[in-house]
């Protein structure tokens, strides 16, 4: 063997056996949550609670880093780039499923970052204001078939507009203009304000309180089966549609980290997890909590990313 060979056998030798200390050691200082929105927001929200609680379980300070901006993709470029040690972590929703087919130039892939662990989900859902006709997705879609309707999200590119207008354009065959606003919050306000017709949002987004409330009228939700918080709102498939698409809250890594590391914030995060107040707090603001090993993480993120890029290329849109 040459000396060259030799050295190259030696440092890899040598590489995969500090693996294993490295995982014992860990964590040997403050670990940092950079989250991918603004606070205040769904990610912000889980973020400080898994925190709380992973902190609790390694002994170490799990700080929570704002890095809002570019649908996400700011702070999870900035993970994709951080060492794979562990310390910097990416807290993000379904948009970086997303971004992945939509922003073809964000500066990183979603192959950079490996899953962690998918802590909750909030399916998308459609809700009018109270003085609509309609009371189940089934009778509004017969009420517009023939006609122009207007849907409202929280912006381009969103989870729920991307999931909305393929739902309607694809499936429902709904003849639909989609009205970006700047947030939730306002088109929210638009569709109790009939301004719109239609909402397309999340239950998490703020819709089950209002639901809940009576001051939206909800009438679907694209799950699987009906949601505790609003359990009067039939699913996509009672109306007919076997349509599911959810926005969701997880945890990454970049790509590089050793299963050894990624292992043991699992198993702490799927601890925190148990805890059934947190739960109920999830579930009070339409979230339901998730739980898998990491590997199950990793395989759901990547399905997800097959998932929203087919809806996004059926759709031709894209945004630099």
Not at 10 to 21: C, E, K, T
Not at 56 to 83: F, P
Not at 217 to 237: C, E, F, M, Q
Request: aromatic residues 6%; glycine residues 12%; proline residues 4%.
């Amino acid at each position: 063997m040459s000396f060259f060979k030799l050295g190259a056998a030696l440092s890899v030798a040598a590489l995969l056996a500090a693996q294993p200390a490295i995982a014992q050691t860990y964590p040997a200082r403050d670990i940092t949550f950079l989250v991918a929105f603004a606070p205040g927001g769904v990610a912000d929200t889980v973020a400080r609670l898994v925190a709380q609680g992973v902190s609790q379980k390694l002994g170490r300070n799990v700080i929570v880093d704002n890095r809002g901006g570019a649908g996400g993709n700011i702070a999870a470029a900035a993970v994709a780039r951080a060492a794979p040690d562990g310390y910097t972590l990416l807290v993000t929703t379904t948009a970086i499923a997303i971004n992945e087919t939509l922003t073809p130039n964000k500066g990183y892939a979603t192959n950079d970052l490996k899953g962690i662990a998918i802590v909750a989900s909030s399916p998308e859902c459609f809700a009018t204001g109270e003085g609509t006709p309609a009371n189940t997705l089934a009778e509004f879609l017969k009420s517009v078939q023939g006609k122009s309707i207007n849907f409202g999200t929280a912006g381009v590119g969103s989870g729920s507009h991307i999931a909305a207008e393929y739902f309607l354009k694809v499936h429902a065959k709904v003849n639909a203009v989609h009205v970006p606003f700047k947030g939730g919050a306002p088109a929210m306000n638009a569709v109790m304000g009939n301004q719109i017709e239609l909402l397309a949002t999340t239950l998490g987004g703020g819709a089950a309180g209002q639901i809940a409330g009576g001051k939206l009228k909800g009438l679907g939700v694209a799950s699987a089966k009906r949601v505790t918080v609003t359990p009067n709102v039939p699913t996509y498939a009672e109306a007919g549609y076997p349509f599911e698409a959810s926005s969701w809250v997880g945890v990454f890594a970049p790509a590089g980290t050793s299963s050894q590391i990624t292992g043991m914030l699992n198993a702490a995060i799927e601890d925190v997890m148990k805890d059934a107040a947190l739960q109920q707090k999830l579930q009070a603001i339409g979230f339901d909590p998730l739980n898998g090993s990491q590997e199950q993480a990793d395989v759901m993120f990547k399905a997800e990313v097959v998932k929203w890029g087919t809806m996004v290329k059926a759709l031709d849109i894209t945004v630099n």
